[in-house]
């Protein structure tokens, strides 16, 4: 047995006892002092796990400051639920505004400390890029599944236990969602559509112009949808283009039946105005290709170099010969196009667009029916496109803008949006992109849901009556999760400013006698059904915030141990990771 004591100040004195009783008594004088908190691994020397810099938080504390950090995040954007929603101006580091009330873009502005606020925030994202709506209320659902767990937690029941009837639950209300409450819809009920573009938009700025938007959003969806054997492709992304011109006012925004791009003749000689135009369009330049890298001419006459001109004279020639036998009337190309092939293309009577991008000759092409072409000489008769009515340069404020319009089939189009000013045109792009996205989802899968939180009283109300065969303590979680989906009718009914608990229960004793699709009229604040009322949401972004919310809340309520440390020597840095303060998440 080894016994040390502590003599002095950094001496030992330790002594080995034999059996006998024999004492050997060693004096060290340098030895190491072990600090308190580390410890020797069976005897031997210190075994340093974390760095010196880590911050290690475990248990029950992490798991209610995660659940603390979501329900915080939650708050920021509950009062931008519904049509009564309230803005938020943000404000860029680089000085840039921000005003919007959608949940993506405002926590996209908003920078968060907190790891468990960190993923809240990836969850909006997920859900924009997803279903493009509902990012609100996949925060403000998330923050409540989070909020209803704290009271499980501090009963000491196991996180697992939590987590598993959180999954059953959102099992039930997926199916119940897809098998008994969802409606199907006529994807050729024109009005239909509409009323359900209609309630995505009107809680949003552009909703004063609801109407417009409405149309604007399902002509330009419809216009970019391609049925092909069975398969019906949507993609706004790449061929809806939003193209925003500040100056005019709103109702001056439309859908065009072409493309525009912000781009002028290269020769003013060509001609702006052109009726059936034969469209070519080229991703090569019409320039005298010159060398790679870095190229060395060795000329020993000078009627050699006179010979170099001249084949690139001839070079030109040729390709613009090559073009000019298609007859086109308009020539696209994504390259450059010389002053000398200028010149060839004009006495021809083309006009020539040059350095266009090729995400917008993509969109020319599907607009008028053109192929585009790498190589002048493989030009044939059917890449030309015909399919375009009117070519047409205009100038709309100070900038010249080329338009392709009426096009007979256009499968691209482009959205062209006025408004007073960049902010407001900004906060009207991404209102769009939500109407348009709701058009594509019910496109896609033509089934809905009534809105305004009566899915939600309805799916509630099955569930607490489901919670009740729950075998176990798992039956309170499941029962919690029910009380959580209230939080959509409750923050609609809070943001009109009325009395939430007293709504609230009237609401309840409506679904309790029947009234399945009752909720809250989010103008007033009063019970409406939402049948007479029209608004509805389409089924795919309901299951989206669902799924979103509830795997989030399960996700945080798993961790246990956060560990975060920073590569920085500062010690600060390393602290604060793990605490976040009020005001970080409200920034
Ligand atoms: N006129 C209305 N009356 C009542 N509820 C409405 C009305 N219009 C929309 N809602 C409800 O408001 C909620 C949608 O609100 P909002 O559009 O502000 O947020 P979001 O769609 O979750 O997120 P975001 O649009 O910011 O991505 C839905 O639950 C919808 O049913
Ligand atoms: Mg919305």
């Known amino acids: 047995m080894i016994v040390a004591t502590l003599q002095e100040h950094s001496r030992l004195i330790i002594r080995h006892r034999e059996s006998a009783g024999v004492s050997l008594v060693y004096l060290l004088s340098d030895i190491w002092i072990k600090p308190p908190e580390i410890m020797f691994g069976g005897g031997a020397a210190p075994i340093l796990v974390l760095s010196q810099n880590t911050k290690r938080d475990a248990g029950k504390k992490v798991q209610l400051e995660n659940v603390a950090a979501g329900k915080a995040i939650a708050d920021v954007i509950r009062t931008c639920l519904g049509p009564q929603a309230m803005l938020k101006m943000l404000?860029?580091?680089?000085?840039?505004?921000?005003?919007?009330?959608?949940?993506?873009?405002?926590?996209?502005?908003?920078?968060?400390?907190?790891?468990?606020?960190?993923?809240?925030?990836?969850?909006?994202?997920?859900?924009?890029?997803?279903?493009?709506?509902?990012?609100?209320?996949?925060?403000?659902?998330?923050?409540?599944?989070?909020?209803?767990?704290?009271?499980?937690?501090?009963?000491?029941?196991?996180?697992?236990?939590?987590?598993?009837?959180?999954?059953?639950?959102?099992?039930?209300?997926?199916?119940?969602?897809?098998?008994?409450?969802?409606?199907?819809?006529?994807?050729?009920?024109?009005?239909?559509?509409?009323?359900?573009?209609?309630?995505?938009?009107?809680?949003?700025?552009?909703?004063?112009?609801?109407?417009?938007?409405?149309?604007?959003?399902?002509?330009?969806?419809?216009?970019?949808?391609?049925?092909?054997?069975?398969?019906?492709?949507?993609?706004?992304?790449?061929?809806?283009?939003?193209?925003?011109?500040?100056?005019?006012?709103?109702?001056?925004?439309?859908?065009?039946?072409?493309?525009?791009?912000?781009?002028?003749?290269?020769?003013?000689?060509?001609?702006?105005?052109?009726?059936?135009?034969?469209?070519?369009?080229?991703?090569?330049?019409?320039?005298?290709?010159?060398?790679?890298?870095?190229?060395?001419?060795?000329?020993?006459?000078?009627?050699?170099?006179?010979?170099?001109?001249?084949?690139?004279?001839?070079?030109?020639?040729?390709?613009?010969?090559?073009?000019?036998?298609?007859?086109?009337?308009?020539?696209?190309?994504?390259?450059?196009?010389?002053?000398?092939?200028?010149?060839?293309?004009?006495?021809?009577?083309?006009?020539?667009?040059?350095?266009?991008?090729?995400?917008?000759?993509?969109?020319?092409?599907?607009?008028?029916?053109?192929?585009?072409?790498?190589?002048?000489?493989e030009l044939r008769e059917e890449d030309v496109g015909t399919g375009a009515g009117l070519f047409e340069i205009k100038k709309i404020g100070d900038e010249y803008f080329c338009f392709i319009t009426e096009c007979k089939n256009p499968k691209a189009c482009t959205i062209l949006l006025r408004g007073a000013s960049k902010d407001v045109l900004n906060e009207i792009e991404r209102n769009l992109q939500d109407a348009l996205h709701v058009a594509r989802n019910i496109l896609v899968e033509p089934k809905l849901v009534p809105g305004g939180g009566a899915v939600e009283m309805a799916v509630a109300q099955i569930l607490a009556e489901k919670s009740k065969l729950v075998q176990g303590v798992g039956q309170w979680p499941y029962r919690a999760v029910a009380e959580a989906l209230e939080i959509i009718p409750r923050t609609l009914a809070q943001n009109c400013g009325t009395n939430t608990i007293r709504t609230l229960t009237a609401l309840r004793a409506k679904h309790a006698t029947g009234g399945d699709t009752w909720g809250i009229n989010g103008e007033t604040g009063e019970l409406a059904d939402m049948c007479t009322l029209g608004i509805w949401e389409p089924l795919s972004v309901k299951l989206q915030i669902y799924k979103t919310a509830v795997e989030t809340a399960i996700l945080l309520l798993r961790i246990d141990d956060i560990v975060s440390g920073s590569k920085k020597k500062d010690k600060e840095g390393g602290t604060k990771t793990a605490q976040p303060t009020e005001e970080s998440m409200k920034e």
């Open 91 to 377: 404000m860029d580091p680089m000085g840039g505004i921000v005003m919007t009330n959608d949940g993506n873009a405002i926590l996209r502005e908003i920078t968060v400390q907190h790891p468990a606020g960190k993923s809240m925030i990836e969850i909006a994202r997920t859900q924009d890029e997803e279903v493009g709506d509902g990012t609100t209320s996949v925060i403000v659902l998330a923050g409540e599944m989070l909020g209803v767990a704290e009271q499980f937690l501090a009963q000491q029941m196991h996180p697992t236990v939590i987590i598993r009837a959180y999954r059953q639950a959102l099992e039930d209300a997926i199916s119940l969602l897809q098998d008994n409450i969802s409606i199907a819809l006529d994807p050729n009920d024109r009005p239909k559509l509409l009323e359900v573009i209609k309630s995505c938009v009107g809680t949003k700025f552009i909703g004063r112009w609801s109407d417009l938007a409405c149309t604007i959003a399902l002509d330009a969806v419809h216009t970019v949808m391609l049925e092909e054997n069975g398969r019906r492709e949507i993609d706004i992304k790449r061929y809806a283009k939003v193209e925003k011109i500040p100056g005019g006012s709103i109702e001056e925004s439309t859908v065009l039946r072409g493309v525009m791009l912000n781009k002028d003749v290269t020769h003013p000689k060509m001609r702006r105005y052109i009726e059936n135009p034969r469209i070519v369009l080229l991703d090569c330049s019409l320039e005298y290709k010159k060398g790679e890298s870095q190229t060395n001419i060795e000329i020993l006459k000078e009627s050699d170099f006179t010979r170099i001109l001249q084949l690139e004279e001839e070079h030109i020639q040729k390709v613009c010969e090559e073009v000019i036998a298609m007859k086109p009337d308009v020539v696209f190309t994504e390259k450059g196009i010389s002053d000398l092939a200028q010149h060839f293309l004009l006495k021809a009577g083309i006009t020539a667009i040059r350095r266009v991008r090729k995400t917008d000759n993509n969109r020319i092409a599907r607009a008028c029916g053109a192929t585009v072409v790498n190589r002048t000489e």
